[in-house]
């Protein structure tokens, strides 16, 4: 007897006015969600009002269910429990959409058009200048777009929906459509004042730590990785102070507010006001790496970006084990 399996099964009957849902309908959803507004929707995608309410309407019409709250006057649409659900979808199918279009964009360039890379503060004192120039001197034609995202969840979704080519992150990398290459381990270790009681030593242990106060940044990938391994351990972190920012924490440190648990790389050297202590014992490494879309097209340049990275990556991490 010959099985059938389920991609092989013909759509069921009242399946079929499903396939009446197209790409628009979604799009439609997705501004209205996003926007809060119909008229706001259409303004971005170049629809009237009507034509957005009607194409809302229709997709309602096809799944069954109504999608959309719509209070009326000045008060923003909300989505009701199976919009949400829908939503879900429709953003992948819009986010691969973008992605699907990027890759054609960057298919069309060849050797001239334009890298978008996001970065973060680090990577761009420490890694990305000797990058940067290495690859523009190579592809002169190609136009770098650099950019910071606020948080790691930014920076994933500019990857998903193909605003970012490649971004500099730490690993691990969340479920999604990613890939990567490790380019470099970074210690994290304690920066202390020159004049604190700890700049004697060349290490010391977090239990030391009981009447100063810890700096320290605000939760980020490699941060959370090593909250997770101290709790396991049963130390638990607070902080007197947090900032995304690495100069405000070395500042904070040098003007004797506490000491900062901070990964090597992000601490400006040559700074005579502040030491580096090694932990003992130690806490997790950060892993750098670089990302991008596992199921984007890659161009010739962006390979090349990411070999110098790699290759910048290795001399940075040497200079790290020297400076330890």
């Known amino acids: 007897m010959t099985s059938i399996s389920a991609s092989d099964r013909p759509i069921e009957l009242h399946d079929h006015a499903w396939l ?15 926007t809060g507004s119909f008229g706001r929707a259409a303004f971005e995608l170049e629809y009237t009002q009507s034509a957005v309410s009607q194409q809302i309407a229709a997709l309602e019409r096809i799944v069954g269910e109504k999608l959309v709250e719509r209070p009326g ?12 659900l829908l939503l879900r979808h429709a953003e992948a199918i819009v986010n691969r959409l973008d992605a699907a279009r990027a890759d054609m964009a960057a298919l069309q360039a060849g050797e001239t058009g334009t890298l978008r890379v996001a970065t973060y503060q680090s990577i761009s004192a420490r890694v990305l200048p000797t990058v940067m120039r290495r690859f523009m001197g190579l592809w002169p034609k190609i136009a770098i777009e650099l950019s910071e995202p606020s948080n790691d969840e930014r920076l994933y ?10 971004g500099f992150a730490s690993l691990p990398l969340p479920d999604g459509p990613y890939d990567c290459i490790e380019l470099l381990t970074d210690p994290h270790v304690l920066l ?27 939760l980020c990938s ?41 990964p090597l790389l992000a601490i400006q050297p040559g700074d005579e006001r502040v030491k580096v202590l090694e932990l003992d014992p130690p806490v997790p490494d950060r892993h750098l790496a670089v990302v991008w879309h596992r199921d984007r097209h890659r161009s010739p340049a962006a390979r090349a970006f990411v070999e110098i990275a790699q290759a910048v990556s290795a001399d940075v991490g040497r200079e790290l084990a020297q400076a330890r």
Request: hydrophobic share 45%; charged share 25%; aromatic share 2%.
């Open 20 to 34: 009446g849902v197209e790409l628009r309908h979604l799009a439609a959803l997705e501004a209205v969600a996003r």
């Open 73 to 84: 006057g000045p008060r923003a649409v909300s989505m009701t429990e199976a919009g949400e």
């Open 157 to 166: 979704q500019g990857i998903e929906s193909g605003s970012i080519d490649l």
């Open 192 to 218: 202390v004042s020159r004049d604190s009681p700890l700049a004697a030593r060349s290490s010391a242990s977090l239990a030391d730590l009981d009447d100063i106060a810890l700096i320290g940044s605000n």
């Open 222 to 262: 490699s941060a959370r990785v090593v909250e997770v391994a101290l709790e396991e351990r049963g130390t638990s972190l607070e902080y007197a102070f947090r900032s995304d920012d690495n100069t405000t924490l070395q500042g904070l440190v040098a003007a004797r507010f506490g000491v900062a648990l901070m």
